[in-house]
């Protein structure tokens, strides 16, 4: 059993950046590949990004590529979301979410509470 929670969402203005964070509970953190999952009200939910369970393996959506950076700690049960350049768009409750599977796997475990974000214009 994995328990994630997720912080660090808030306001911002487009342009600007925030860091978002999942905390994970447990020993077994390093055996999980670790994604990012956004909602918006109305939306699918899009996976936009994912890290492998040493973190040398990170994949984006095109949406993202090139301005959201997902990396790990996993000394401290930790993977982070940095997010620059923010638009509007990226307005969305954000998830992490834990598969026991590999980087390529859809499926997923575990997830946490949910994390909201608002970029205004």
């Known amino acids: 059993q994995v328990q994630l929670v997720e912080s660090g969402g808030g306001l911002v203005q487009a342009g600007g950046s925030l860091r978002l964070s999942c905390a994970a509970s447990?020993?077994?953190?390093?055996?999980?590949?670790m994604g990012w999952f956004r909602q918006a009200p109305g939306k699918e939910r899009e996976r936009v990004a994912r890290i492998s369970r040493a973190g040398g393996l990170a994949y984006y959506a095109d949406s993202v590529k090139g301005r959201f950076t997902i990396s790990r700690d996993n000394a401290k049960n930790t993977v982070y979301l940095q997010m620059n350049s923010l638009k509007p768009e990226d307005t969305a409750v954000y998830y992490c979410?834990?598969?026991?599977?590999?980087?390529?796997?859809?499926?997923?475990?575990?997830w946490g509470q949910g994390t909201q974000v608002t970029v205004s214009s």
């Open positions: 447990g020993r077994t953190f390093s055996t999980y590949t």
């Open positions: 979410a834990a598969s026991a599977l590999g980087v390529e796997s859809t499926v997923y475990d575990y």
